[in-house]
């Protein structure tokens, strides 16, 4: 087998399958990750959504018997929407981010992958290889930086300078001794413009994330949402794209390419009111295809539930009085009553009068004295 050949055919096949960007690298150990992932574990840095063995995380040998190389593919997704609808009063929008547009890249990455894997085993039928996309073990990050397909940037994304940062990244471990590409040079330089724009300060330094501070993290968490963070939310129902869209690197990266990817308006910038209304069976319906829905619907509700205090939704506040007083769970009723609380209007102070006499659980119940307090004294024409 002339294996120079077969990676030039690979690369080609990846390009006729719609693959933006191939990159190879060994299979050899991910040493400096494995302490870098300790640390951030050490430090509660992490979100709790990384493979908690960082054995397997950093060595690709025990994910695949006699592993020799890996394949690293990224597909770039659009950072720009057409015709996206205007919110405006009564009609308020919420925003998911660019890496929920389209069809899940999950599906999409671990199709081409699958089609690779097929063309690979008709070269080569004793090839071993096994292909992941976010949810396996290896950091998809780490493996596309040794493979030179991008950068390691300060916002900590994968930057390459055919598509800035809007890629998503999978790989391939195989038996077959690929020859490895080059890393490539960092090219942040002494650019500091996503550390500065982050809303929390989640980027510690370049390159060092605290999940747990992350508005990316905290949309997708289902725990009520600290109230530290409650009004840097904005109308983000969904992830977060400020250190991406601040990139000067992302500069007129539009990335339109991809049909899967393409946004549907009235989905990536959904009503908020209806939102809230939605069943199980509803959301799945409208939103299952996204990779924003992985999570169910009642991280977005609440989410949805922020935005609308964000814009200080009087036109809301009967529908977050009903959610106060009649929704079986804690977490939005108690979410309600902080929103009720921000747009301050008598009916709200109101509702959140009533719900108190009638709520029975204690953290809910705090909630609603908070707000109450905040609106203590206040009259028809201060509130509204
Ligand atoms: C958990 C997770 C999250 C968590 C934590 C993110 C984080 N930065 O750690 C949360 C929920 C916050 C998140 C958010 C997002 N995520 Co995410 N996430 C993951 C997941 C599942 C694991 C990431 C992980 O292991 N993090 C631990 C940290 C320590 O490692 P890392 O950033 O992955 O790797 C780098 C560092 O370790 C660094 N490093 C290593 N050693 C050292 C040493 C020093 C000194 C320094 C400075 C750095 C350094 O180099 C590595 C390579 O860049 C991966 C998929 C996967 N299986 O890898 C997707 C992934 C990283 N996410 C992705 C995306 C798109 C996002 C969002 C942009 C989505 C959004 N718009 O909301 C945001 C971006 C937030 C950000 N600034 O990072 C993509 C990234 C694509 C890219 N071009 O980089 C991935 C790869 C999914 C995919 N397959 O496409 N995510
Ligand atoms: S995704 Fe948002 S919150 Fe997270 S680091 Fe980037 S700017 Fe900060
Ligand atoms: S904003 Fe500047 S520092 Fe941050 S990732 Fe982009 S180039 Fe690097």
Redesign the pocket.
């Known amino acids: 087998m002339n294996i120079a050949q077969l990676q030039r055919d690979v690369v080609a096949y990846a390009s006729d399958i719609g693959i933006d960007k191939i990159g190879f690298t060994t299979a050899a150990p991910f040493l400096?990750?494995k302490n870098?992932?300790k640390r951030?574990q050490e430090l509660r840095y992490?979100?709790g959504?990384?493979e908690p063995d960082l054995d397997k995380r950093t060595t690709p040998a025990l994910l695949l018997d006699r592993a020799e190389s890996i394949i690293s593919i990224a597909i770039a997704y659009p950072s720009k929407m057409q015709d996206a609808p205007k919110g405006k009063r009564g009609e308020r929008r919420g925003m998911f981010?660019?890496?929920s547009w389209g069809t899940d890249?999950h599906t999409v990455l671990r199709e081409k992958l699958a089609l690779l894997e097929t063309f690979l085993l008709e070269r080569v039928p004793d090839a071993k290889m096994r292909s992941m996309?976010?949810?396996?073990e290896?950091?998809?990050?780490?493996v596309a930086?040794r493979a030179g397909i991008g950068w390691?940037a300060k916002?900590?994304?994968?930057i390459t300078p055919e598509f800035g940062?809007y890629?998503?990244?999978?790989e391939m471990i195989t038996n077959v001794p690929f020859a490895p590409d080059v890393p490539m040079e960092d090219q942040c330089g002494d650019c500091t413009l996503c550390l500065d724009a982050c809303p929390t300060g989640a980027?510690i330094q370049?390159?060092?994330?605290n999940?747990q501070r992350?508005i990316?993290?905290l949309t997708?968490s289902k725990q009520p949402m600290p109230d530290e963070f409650r009004k840097e939310i904005g109308n983000r129902v969904y992830?977060?794209?400020t250190?991406?869209t601040v990139c000067p690197k992302n500069k007129r990266k539009y990335n339109l390419e991809q049909p899967a990817f393409t946004p549907e308006p009235e989905l990536v910038k959904p009503l908020l009111q209806p939102l809230l209304k939605l069943s199980n069976r509803q959301f799945k319906e409208t939103f299952g295809h996204m990779s924003g829905s992985w999570r169910g619907k009642n991280p977005i509700q609440r989410n949805a539930i922020l935005a609308l205090a964000h814009f200080k939704e009087t036109e809301a506040v009967p529908e977050l009085a009903e959610l106060l007083n009649s929704d079986p769970r804690p977490m939005i009723r108690g979410t309600a009553a902080w929103a009720l609380g921000e747009i301050g209007t008598v009916a709200g102070r109101e509702a959140l009068r009533q719900a108190l006499a009638a709520e029975t659980d204690t953290e809910v119940k705090a909630e609603i004295v908070k707000a109450s307090g905040k609106l203590d004294g206040t009259t028809e024409k201060e509130v509204d």
């Open positions: 400096e990750l870098r992932l951030q992490q979100s959504f990384e981010c660019r890496a890249y996309v976010d949810t396996g290896l950091a998809d990050r780490a930086e390691s916002n900590c994304s994968i940062s890629v998503y990244l999978g980027l370049g390159g060092q994330l999940a992350c990316a993290f997708q992830g977060c794209d250190c991406q």
